[in-house]
DNA sequence: CAGTATCCTTGTTGATACTG
DNA sequence: CAGTATCAACAAGGATACTG
């Protein structure tokens, strides 16, 4: 149980904070790249074994964004063929609690809609 | 401390209802909407005044939709002129601890990137 | 193997004017 | 007050071909 916050939810730098974070977490596959992460370091064709309905550019592009954020180190092995691996940054393994709540709040959700026969 | 997971996170459930989570908290205004239905009720004309970036259209269409999820209820009181109450339902209000979380961790992570003297 | 480059399609957001 | 409707702008994502 979290300790009470004596604010109001909507003060400035929680709205800000909340920004911030839901913009490093938003992208079509970020939440999908991240769960692998949390796995262990992964190569850039495990990653795409993983997700093949994701082209190379998106992997790519989304790595990357992650990267700029430091939340995914990319370790590049200069061999040829490249060997390139991917894993998260301590900051970056710092979000994966909330996407395992994420998870467990969709199950929960599904759940419910299930009980209730909607959609 | 939530219990160890003994399953890969990557496992197909898990994954599936990531993307339900993330689906449903994805919109540019949604977190913040949230956050301001977090701390009670409010009226259409008190959420736009919490948030004057926000277009009228963008702030109905994003609560219709977290209506449409079951996130948000929304009550009419029909008089004139109109009174819309928006307000979390109790799935809804299960969201608000991953907020907190997501503000936490970009707390931390701000403080880290001024440590660090990144960006 | 691990990417880039280019072009194109689609989805999301915004500006503005109008309404019961 | 609490919306809709319409159109325009822009951003995000995808298909495909090429490369060190």
Redesign the interface.
Known sequence: M?EE?TH???CT???Y??????E???GKWI??IL??L??GPHRFGQLRR?MPDVTKKMLTQQLRNLEKY?IVHREVYPQVPPVVEYSLTP?GQ?????????????????Q??DQLG?N
């Not at 904070?17 to 839901?22: A, N, Q, T």
Request: glycine share 2%; no cysteine.
């Open positions: 979290p916050r109001k939810v909507s730098n929680y709205t904070e909340l920004e911030v974070g839901f490093i977490l938003s939440p999908l769960a692998h949390a796995d993983l430091s900051i710092k979000l994966v609690p909330i996407l395992h709540h994420v998870s467990d709040w969709s199950h929960e959700y599904l419910l809609r909607l």
